[in-house]
Structure formats: C-alpha cells, structure tokens
C-alpha cells in the first residue's frame, strides 16, 4: 500500500477551505487505514491544531508523536481509570453520558481545576451523547468543564437527508443556548458538502481527509491517496473444467490462464471478492476467479497479452483505476470498511513525506 501524504494534505486544506470555523484532523480507524501516525504528522505540518481519534491509547500515541502543541480529543471519552493520565498528556475527553460527566466534575473538584472537555449532545443518532432529558442535571456539572465545544453528529448527512440534518442543527442550537457558552461543532464529512448552514464552528471531515467519496451519487471531489498493488507469484495453464481454489467454486469453461497473486483476506482483500472482484494490469482488467484465500487470489488473465502479465508483475488491487467505492460496492460494504482492512493487512509506504502541497 503506498500512500501519497500529500494527498492527504490537499484534500485537508481544500475541506478547510470550505467553512468559515476550524477544520478537525478526524484520525480514526489508523488514519481511515492510511496510518494514523504519518497522517496526522503530514496534516500537523500544514497547520491543523485539533485532532481526535476514537480510542484513548491511539490519543496518547498520537500526542507522542505530535508533541505538546495541538489539541487532542478522544470521541469515546476517557475512563475514570485512563482519566489522571488523560490530564497528565493533555488529552482531551469528549463527553458522552452523564456518567462520564460525574467523572469530570469529581476531578475538577479535587484538583482545583476546570477540565477542558468537548460535550456531545446527541440528536437523532441514539448512539453516544447526552440525550435531551440529561441537560437539566448536565448544566451545574459543566461548570466544572472548560467547554471546547458542544458536538452533535449527522444520522443521515450521507443520503442527503437535508431535513433531518436541519432538525439536528436546531435541536443542537436549542439545546446549546441553555448551557454554558461554547462553539458548536457539527458537519462531518458528507455535511460539509451540504452548506454552510450545517457546519457549525468546528467542522470534523474524516473520511474525505482520506479521499473517500463524501458525494452519494456523483464523482469524488477528493484525491485518493492510497494506491494498492499485488505482485504475481505464479502463471498457470488450466484445461478446459479444471476448478480453482477452495470448494471448486469456479470452472475454466475452456482452456484458459490463470495468474495466482499474493495477496488475501488476510491482507484485507475481502473473500466476498471471489467470483465477482477484479483487477488491474496496466489498463487491462482480470477477473477474479474461484475463492479468495487468506493469502493468494487467483484471477483469470486470459484476455490480456500474454506478455503483460508475469511473475513479479503487479496487480492493481487499488489506484487510478479501481476507486475505493468500486472495491467497497463489489463487496457490498462502504469505503471505510474496504480500505481499512486493506491498511491493516498491507504493508504500508509513504511518499511526499516533507510535502506541504
């Protein structure tokens, strides 16, 4: 998997273009499996300040290699265990139950000291955030909070439900008038595309960042940083009715060439991918045939000139060619689920390291 940081960086900067507010680094998911730590330095150095991640160790791995300057938040918030250290590093928790709240409130009071935190207000998601009926008893406790921001998160920005994204910026704005003063942090990727309107002041644009597609039904506005290739580890001949792989799934209905490639669903590249993916040589496509292993996938090459495949040739399993809406639609799963698989399984390259395009 090589990986263009620049990029990422232009993508950032054009999403950060796009609002009037600030422009959160999303790092989730490993950097949505571009790499969470090369990401977010690529995007320190173009002057991004605010970063959050999901888990707490990816916030403390994330201020190691930042240094002491940006501020770092963690969507799932911090544990009463966790929180002493969260203070220690400077690690911002996002606030998400009355609970998490208490705990807060118990630290300020022992220590003297208000807690910056983010609060998320939930609105439609049922998922994480305080819900409505939680604000009378959340008013006294955030006195103890140095409020970042009140965050809310879209249910339906993705299908380009403009009324339930209106209603939950309302149902935010409401909510936020009766509590401590703070900015309002809203769009995420697919709102930021949706107007102004919805952005709040801290738009929080993850996976665009990393070049998924924030547009259901139109061409991706976003540079796709990841390129990914499979080498060619062995050629093969079949005669007619000869299977391939596991269970025999796929049958040569003549003779055909078959070119076995290294890479599987242990790298990522989905099995549901068997029988129905492809790939990519050059500008020729290969199909994939019989069942995708662990570690090989067999695909069948014999449209293609006999000198364009080989062993050590590389397949495009990703890049200028296959989106990464393509590969995600074969399997029937979103951009997300495809590329951070494929980055958690693949070994991973950086290029335009130094790059402040």
């Not at 959340?138 to 993705?158: G, I, K, N």
Request: aromatic share 4%.
């Amino acid at each position: 998997m090589l990986v263009d940081l620049a990029a990422i960086q232009r993508n950032f900067r054009k999403l950060a273009q796009m609002t009037s507010g600030t422009c959160a680094a999303i790092v989730k998911g490993d950097g949505y499996g571009h790499g969470m730590r090369e990401a977010s330095q690529a995007l320190q150095s173009i002057g991004a300040q605010l970063f959050l991640s999901a888990r707490f160790e990816d916030a403390l791995a994330l201020r190691a290699d930042l240094g002491p300057g940006p501020r770092i938040a963690v969507l799932d918030g911090v544990s009463p265990a966790d929180m002493a250290e969260a203070r220690e590093r400077d690690i911002i928790p996002v606030v998400n139950s009355l609970e998490q709240l208490h705990v807060i409130s118990a630290v300020a009071k022992r220590t003297a000291q208000r807690i910056p935190a983010f609060i998320h207000l939930d609105t439609a998601m049922n998922r994480l955030g305080l819900a409505s009926e939680d604000d009378e008893c959340a008013e006294p406790l955030l006195a103890s909070c140095s409020v970042q921001a009140y965050m809310t998160h879209f249910a339906s920005a993705d299908d380009v439900d403009l009324d339930l994204c209106r209603l939950q910026v309302s149902r935010l704005t409401k909510r936020a008038k009766l509590l401590p003063r703070a900015p309002l942090s809203v769009a995420n990727s697919c709102g930021v595309f949706l107007g102004r309107e919805l952005h709040g002041d801290i738009i929080r644009p993850g996976k665009s960042t990393f070049g998924i597609n924030p547009l259901a039904d139109a061409d991706n506005p976003m540079e796709q940083p990841a390129t990914i290739l499979a080498p060619v580890i062995q050629v093969r001949t079949l005669k007619k009715g000869d299977p391939v792989g596991y269970s025999c799934t796929w049958h040569a209905p003549e003779p055909r060439r078959i070119a076995i490639l290294a890479i599987g669903y242990g790298n990522g590249f989905m099995r549901d991918n068997g029988n129905r993916g492809s790939v990519v040589f050059g500008c020729l496509r290969a199909p994939v045939v019989g069942r995708v292993s662990m570690d090989l996938t067999a695909v069948d090459i014999s449209a293609l000139p006999e000198t364009a495949v080989h062993v050590g040739a590389a397949a495009e399993i990703v890049g200028g060619t296959i989106t990464y809406r393509e590969v995600a639609e074969t399997v029937a799963t979103n951009e997300h689920e495809a590329i951070i698989a494929l980055g958690r399984g693949c070994k991973r390259f950086f290029v335009n390291g130094g790059a402040h395009a």
